[in-house]
């Protein structure tokens, strides 16, 4: 998966769990939990609408990896 298709993703995935969030607005290095409020619940389901999207699996372990929407990018692109 190319940058671009994994920006797309989590775009779309963010716009399904968290759609009250302006993603115009949303930089790279915005935390997922912190700055856009995500709880817990929320997380798991951006996780789990990720992997339908695009088949790419995050286990728990790797989640500190992700907890930036550019280091999920990175992740998508890494493992895609």
Do not use: C, W
């Not at 968290?18 to 115009?24: G, I």
């Not at 607005?25 to 990720?50: H, K, M, N, P, Y």
Request: avoid cysteine; charged fraction near 30%.
């Amino acid at each position: 998966m190319n940058e671009q298709d994994a920006r797309a993703a989590v775009r779309a995935a963010l716009g399904k769990v968290a759609p009250d969030v302006e993603l115009d607005d949303v930089g790279g290095e915005a935390r997922l939990r912190q700055d856009l409020e995500l709880d817990s619940l929320d997380f798991l389901r951006l996780v789990e609408t990720i992997d339908t999207a695009t088949g790419v699996d995050i286990p728990e372990r790797d989640y500190p990896a992700v907890a930036t929407v550019d280091g999920l990018i990175s992740y998508l692109v890494a493992h895609g």
